[in-house]
């Protein structure tokens, strides 16, 4: 009886299992979280099969979401209490599992938690939608809390649900809306004035949507002692909204900043107010037409001119068909101005008293018109305005000049200032009324050749009797400079222009011009000291200094911008030619839009040749010309190289301290990660060993024992092989090149090589050669080579390709082979790891990669692989050589 009751409870036990199994996700974990049993769904959900999991840590494959909240489950399981609730786990590290899960606990006989068992039904395509609407709904509500504008919920009985904090500043912290509960608003005096709440009972009546402007309240700003009101208008929008049944359940207030718009709407009405006052008192004439030529406005200035009668009384005038109009082609400017849209100004003369019927000018004016369209800003037509100023005592007194000025210009024709005549014959001499001021005498005496030589100085009569002389046997002209001593003792210098007059074909006189230039030469000599005087100044400063015209020619140059360009540089000559180390810089860029943006211009300029940095200032001058400033700063530049090369230096070395300090941290994590599981199996075998009952069942164990010391001590030169490597960071360097290291590796690889049948191809053109500890780079290449061979496809000949090439300041190498390949996306992320295997190859260790790693680290550089599955694998290095 008792053998039928365990096997119908063993038959109930198998069906529950097939339940479970059937719906859930189960799996049993030991005390340290390693799986020891799990049901093929989760094994499904964990997308290996379950002899690759059994006994793997739980975290590599299902990682939890909430470290607190798993913590927290452990210890209420070690407590003995079971656990329900919802979990989320990363699958692969980023992919969530959602569990509703049951866990229970499993005690020894001691009262210890030894495991535990995890059932869990996965509500992951439930949970995820429920976590977005969650997100969505606190996304939304800050979006509405955070809106520039304000937003307030009320019930149809108008009493205050809900508002957001744009709303709560609006209202502000005194307001009745947020202090008082029974606030009853739409009876407030206030509200009713402003219209607000009869706006709200308009939208609860009718169900539409309302907008207004309103006044809302007032904001005080104190001035000293004096404080003012300010109005504060808002647009206020009211909408209903309705429930499912479509009923009106609330109805939303939103308020719109609109104070500045509004102030600025009054502000323009009182402009427009002003600018008609400024039109009708303008002083000059105002006339506004209609787009047909209808007269729409006229100032006071126009009608006060044109002795208008008051509107009332005046005649309907148009420009397009008045006779006068018409006459004087008024109506084509109109036109014209219309069409082409562009302001007019054009002076009229017009005889008024050839129409009085409406104005009473009656006599001939000349007007200054301006001319031009103007569309309306309220009805958007187009208009036409003129201005008219009235120049005609102005035009008069033009026309009396042009008469006075007939004799200027007979002597304007030689461009000169006093005239003078001297008769062949007689030797009488005649002069303008401005030769007479040069000279300091009253105008009319009587002069000729010989009194008027007696004017000029010792030094100057010689030269112009010379002249005079030539020009009478030559008729050759002369153009000379001259020392003249006047009536009153006053030395000027005068510029003296002569040319021979013929009478039929004869000599008979001799006329030119006399000019006082004592002052353009007063000027031109201090123009001379001045420009010694700044070239001492610019000769003692210690910079090169250049003033040139835009197209290159030099003007002044200091000894210190000679010394620089490095030879004596002629005045007038062109910048771009003696200093032609310019060409194909920056410079003429640079100076292009200095000439073009008026604008100084500050840059560098390295020349290779000379080895020398400068730096120039270009700065345009008022006269159109360009002043370049020069220095050289070559000893600056060479002390910032030396300061950026200490710098990095610094930073260097400040790495290489970062990345021991990480090596440090992932041996410690590798130590304890490696050893921990073979000395847990150590003192397994060592208990069973003392407890074991029989002598061929301890032997037993102590072959067991020796095959573990094996490993660890496999293990621990591993260690240390890699703990060497990362020590030796200054193992030293030699240039190696590819070629040669790979036939290398290849002798010693020569039976492999000949018995995997590879072919190995390379191209290291682009970058032939390395400076790289050789031994890293031998181990390198020989990891590579091998795991080609012992990871080659059996479905084709293994082939393995090389190729190295520069990018910026490093030298990558590739390597491809097209063996059985790797996924990535299992086992990245563990490609490199200490140990690390990914196929059923019994030669695997996992440790060549991870030394190839820490190789390649070790000196600065990188390393990562692309592969897939049956495609082979290519790893890409990048060294880093100093």
């Known amino acids: 009886?008792?053998?039928?009751?365990?096997?119908?409870?063993?038959?109930?036990?198998?069906?529950?299992?097939?339940?479970?199994?059937?719906?859930?996700?189960?799996?049993?974990?030991?005390?340290?979280?390693?799986?020891?049993?799990?049901?093929?769904?989760?094994?499904?959900?964990?997308?290996?099969?379950?002899?690759?999991i059994s006994g793997r840590y739980f975290r590599e494959l299902l990682l939890p979401a909430d470290e607190t909240q798993w913590a927290r489950i452990w210890q209420q399981l070690r407590t003995g209490q079971s656990i329900q609730e919802q979990i989320c786990f990363l699958l692969h590290g980023n992919t969530q599992l959602w569990l509703e899960a049951a866990i229970h606990p499993v005690m020894g006989n001691d009262g210890q938690l030894t495991g535990c068992l995890l059932i869990g039904i996965d509500i992951t395509d439930r949970k995820l939608p429920e976590l977005r609407v969650m997100e969505d709904e606190q996304y939304f509500r800050q979006i509405l809390e955070n809106l520039p504008i304000g937003l307030q919920q009320f019930t149809p009985?108008?009493?205050?649900?809900?508002?957001?904090?744009?709303?709560?500043?609006?209202?502000?912290?005194?307001?009745?809306?947020?202090?008082?509960?029974?606030?009853?608003?739409?009876?407030?005096?206030?509200?009713?004035?402003?219209?607000?709440?009869?706006?709200?009972?308009?939208?609860?009546?009718?169900?539409?949507?309302?907008?207004?402007?309103?006044?809302?309240?007032?904001?005080?700003?104190?001035?000293?002692?004096?404080?003012?009101?300010?109005?504060?208008?808002?647009?206020?929008?009211?909408?209903?909204?309705?429930?499912?049944?479509?009923?009106?359940?609330?109805?939303?207030?939103?308020l719109d900043d609109i104070t500045e718009k509004k102030v600025a709407e009054i502000?323009?009405?009182?402009?427009?107010?002003?600018?008609?006052?400024?039109?009708?008192?303008?002083?000059?004439?105002?006339?506004?037409?209609?787009?047909?030529?209808f007269i729409r406005r006229i100032n006071q200035t126009q009608r006060f001119f044109f002795n208008s009668p008051h509107p009332a009384a005046r005649r309907n005038?148009?420009?397009?068909?008045?006779?006068?109009?018409?006459?004087?082609?008024?109506?084509?400017?109109?036109?014209?101005?219309?069409?082409?849209?562009?302001?007019?100004?054009?002076?009229?003369?017009?005889?008024?008293?050839?129409?009085?019927?409406?104005?009473?000018?009656?006599?001939?004016?000349?007007?200054?018109?301006?001319?031009?369209?103007?569309?309306?800003?309220?009805?958007?037509e187009m208009i036409v305005v003129a201005l008219v100023n009235d120049i005609t005592d102005k035009k008069m007194q033009e026309l009396e000049n042009v008469k006075?000025?007939?004799?200027?210009?007979?002597?304007?024709?030689?461009?000169?200032?006093?005239?003078?005549?001297?008769?062949?014959?007689?030797?009488?001499?005649?002069?303008?009324?401005?030769?007479?001021?040069?000279?300091?005498?009253?105008?009319?005496?009587?002069?000729?050749?010989?009194?008027?030589?007696?004017?000029?100085?010792?030094?100057?009569?010689?030269?112009?009797?010379?002249?005079?002389?030539?020009?009478?046997?030559?008729?050759?002209?002369?153009?000379?400079?001259?020392?003249?001593?006047?009536?009153?003792?006053?030395?000027?210098?005068?510029?003296?222009?002569?040319?021979?007059?013929y009478t039929n074909g004869k000599r008979t006189r001799i006329f030119g011009v006399v000019q006082d230039v004592t002052e353009q030469s007063a000027i031109e000599e201090a123009l001379t000291r001045n420009t010694e005087l700044m070239r001492l100044f610019f000769d003692t400063v210690d910079m090169g200094y250049a003033a040139m015209e835009k197209d290159g020619k030099l003007n002044f140059l200091n000894q210190k911008a000679e010394k620089m360009i490095g030879q004596k540089v002629e005045m007038g000559s062109n910048i771009f030619e003696v200093f032609p180390r310019l060409s194909g810089t920056v410079f003429y860029a640079r100076l292009q839009e200095c000439i073009q943006q008026r604008q100084s211009q500050s840059f560098g300029i390295y020349f290779s040749k000379p080895d020398k940095w400068y730096d120039f200032l270009l700065t345009p001058m008022q006269d159109g010309g360009i002043s370049v400033f020069m220095r050289d700063i070559t000893e600056s530049r060479k002390m910032q190289k030396e300061l950026r090369k200490a710098n990095d230096q610094l930073s260097n070395l400040n790495k290489n301290l970062v990345n021991q300090n990480k090596q440090l941290e992932d041996f410690a994590h590798i130590t304890s990660h490696n050893l921990r599981a073979p000395i847990a199996n150590l003192r397994a075998l060592m208990q069973m060993h003392n407890e074991a009952s029989s002598q061929q069942e301890r032997e037993l164990y102590l072959g067991m024992l020796h095959e573990v010391i094996k490993k660890i001590d496999e293990t621990l030169n591993d260690l240390v092989e890699v703990v060497q490597i990362r020590k030796d960071v200054n193992v030293e360097k030699e240039k190696l090149l590819f070629a040669e290291r790979v036939q290398k590796v290849k002798d010693i690889l020569l039976v492999d090589i000949e018995t995997s049948n590879i072919k190995i191809t390379y191209d290291f053109e682009q970058a032939p050669q390395i400076e790289y500890p050789r031994v890293y780079l031998d181990s390198i290449l020989q990891n590579f080579i091998t795991n080609a061979i012992r990871y080659r496809s059996p479905e084709r000949e293994p082939e393995l390709h090389l190729q190295t090439w520069r990018e910026n300041d490093n030298i990558v190498l590739t390597v491809q082979d097209n063996g059985i390949g790797i996924d990535m996306e299992r086992f990245g992320n563990k490609l490199f790891g200490f140990r690390k295997t990914f196929h059923r190859n019994k030669d695997a260790k996992g440790i060549g990669l991870f030394i190839t790693k820490t190789q390649v680290e070790a000196m600065g550089g990188s390393i990562r692989a692309e592969s897939r599955p049956g495609q082979g694998t290519k790893f890409i290095i990048t060294f880093r050589p100093e």
């Open 1 to 52: 009886m008792k053998d039928v009751m365990l096997e119908q409870h063993y038959r109930h036990l198998q069906h529950l299992e097939a339940a479970i199994n059937a719906c859930a996700l189960s799996v049993n974990l030991d005390a340290a979280e390693c799986i020891t049993t799990l049901n093929p769904r989760m094994a499904n959900a964990l997308q290996q099969p379950p002899e690759l």
């Open 157 to 254: 009985e108008g009493v205050s649900v809900e508002m957001n904090s744009r709303q709560r500043q609006i209202w502000g912290a005194q307001h009745a809306f947020l202090g008082d509960a029974e606030y009853k608003w739409l009876q407030d005096p206030f509200y009713r004035l402003n219209g607000l709440a009869r706006m709200f009972e308009e939208a609860r009546d009718t169900g539409k949507t309302l907008k207004r402007e309103i006044l809302l309240n007032y904001a005080e700003k104190n001035y000293g002692n004096v404080t003012r009101l300010f109005p504060l208008y808002y647009e206020a929008t009211i909408f209903p909204v309705t429930d499912r049944h479509s009923r009106m359940a609330n109805y939303f207030l939103i």
């Open 267 to 293: 502000s323009l009405q009182k402009s427009e107010r002003l600018l008609d006052n400024i039109i009708e008192n303008l002083p000059i004439g105002y006339i506004q037409f209609d787009n047909f030529g």
């Open 317 to 380: 005038f148009n420009v397009m068909n008045d006779e006068l109009a018409t006459r004087f082609e008024l109506d084509k400017l109109f036109l014209q101005a219309l069409e082409e849209g562009n302001p007019l100004r054009v002076e009229k003369k017009i005889d008024f008293s050839q129409d009085e019927r409406w104005t009473t000018v009656g006599r001939e004016v000349y007007l200054d018109l301006t001319v031009f369209p103007v569309i309306e800003p309220v009805d958007k």
């Open 404 to 501: 006075n000025q007939e004799f200027l210009l007979q002597t304007g024709d030689i461009g000169k200032i006093g005239g003078w005549e001297m008769d062949l014959e007689t030797e009488r001499v005649r002069w303008s009324y401005q030769s007479y001021k040069i000279h300091d005498c009253e105008p009319d005496t009587p002069i000729n050749y010989e009194k008027a030589m007696r004017f000029f100085s010792p030094e100057s009569q010689p030269v112009l009797e010379g002249l005079v002389k030539q020009c009478i046997e030559t008729g050759k002209t002369f153009d000379a400079e001259l020392t003249l001593i006047s009536a009153k003792q006053q030395t000027k210098r005068v510029r003296c222009i002569g040319q021979p007059g």
